[in-house]
């Protein structure tokens, strides 16, 4: 996992989704940072747009439990690394 990548997801709770800086650890589940699942799927979109690429929902379903953001990032990061080798 990148730490750039987690800090723009980071970036990305805090001001567009004005999540508390204490929930937003590596291991917290998505479904536990306090968004409900319309949001939720917000916040998926906004770090789609901020990386310019879409999750698949089979790499990352986030209404998933147990799915951390660290798992976001790890997905995040395996697909900028494949998008960035078939350039």
């Known amino acids: 996992m990148s730490q750039d990548t987690f800090t723009i997801i980071s970036t990305i709770l805090e001001q567009k ?3 508390p800086a204490v929930l937003i650890k590596h291991d917290t ?3 536990e ?7 939720l799927m917000e916040f998926v979109f906004a770090v789609e ?9 089979e790499k990352l379903d986030p209404r998933e439990v147990g799915i ?3 798992n976001l990032c790890s997905v995040i990061d395996e697909l900028r690394k494949s998008t960035a080798t078939t350039i």
């Open 68 to 70: 951390t953001l660290i």
């Open 49 to 57: 747009d901020s990386f310019g690429l879409r999750i698949p929902e």
């Open 17 to 19: 989704f004005h999540t």
């Open 29 to 31: 589940p998505l479904i």
């Open 33 to 39: 940072l306090g968004l409900d699942s319309l949001t």
